[in-house]
């Protein structure tokens, strides 16, 4: 196989993109940030994501999906008590929002349409951080080459985020005037207000911990 040869790329996570391929010859682009859903190899070429996520990575993506439940259930139960019968038929509902967002989120990836993701596997800490390392030849100039090297470790979980966000606003506000006649007008909605404020929280967490969790 003929293969265009270039120097090195500099940094941890630049690389060559395949330009065109003709047989047994391809020809690569410089060195730069690989494409969505690829990462670099150790030669140094941007390779596209084709494994299956490990048994750790869907404990992650578990554990990320989990938080929004049970902090659901948590402000529901909290702000409920035993003022309302409503706090059950509120449980449900914020499992069928996750859910449904967990569903979409899974069909909306690639490959799209099927309960199913292909990933790259993580090797270091630093594959979280791309940014981070960033190569700088002359201490002046910075090649840009952050990617996701992780994919779609880091973003399916801030897709999946706003994905419940969505649903919770169309479906929650319905329910809790239909059925949570028993409380107050100011404190039927609180546990959606709740939410507001966790989501931005647990996205900042993803974004800033995802590779230490």
């Known amino acids: 196989m ?6 090195a790329c500099l940094g941890l ?5 395949l330009l065109f391929k003709n047989g047994s010859t391809e020809i690569y682009g410089e060195c730069g940030v690989c494409p ?6 150790a030669q140094k070429y941007c390779q596209p994501c084709t494994e299956s996520p490990e048994l750790y990575d869907w404990l992650y993506l578990g554990f990320m999906a989990m938080l929004p439940l049970v902090l659901h259930w948590f402000f529901i139960e909290w702000y409920s ?5 409503s706090a059950l038929f509120q449980h449900v509902t914020a499992l069928f929002e ?3 967002a967990a569903i979409i ?5 690639d490959p799209v349409g099927v309960l199913y993701i292909r990933s790259c596997r993580v090797l270091m800490l ?3 951080y791309t940014m981070l390392y960033n190569p700088s030849p002359d201490y002046v100039t910075t090649v840009h080459c952050t990617h996701e ?12 985020y706003a994905f419940c966000l969505v649903l919770m606003m169309l479906l929650r506000p319905l329910l809790v005037k239909k059925i949570a006649c028993g409380l107050g007008k100011s404190d039927r909605f609180k546990s959606i207000y709740a939410a507001l404020y966790f989501f931005p929280i647990l996205t900042v967490l993803q974004a800033v911990g995802g590779g230490l969790l």
Not at 105 to 109: A, F, G, I, K, W
């Open 13 to 17: 996570y630049c690389g060559k993109t």
């Open 98 to 100: 996750c859910s449904m």
């Open 105 to 109: 989120t899974l069909l909306v990836s």
């Open 36 to 41: 969505r859903g690829q990462r670099t190899n």
């Open 2 to 7: 003929a293969v265009d040869i270039q120097p």
């Open 126 to 128: 630093s594959d979280w």
């Open 149 to 160: 090297a992780v994919y779609p470790l880091y973003t399916i979980v801030f897709i999946y």
């Open 81 to 85: 008590g035993k003022k309302s019968s």
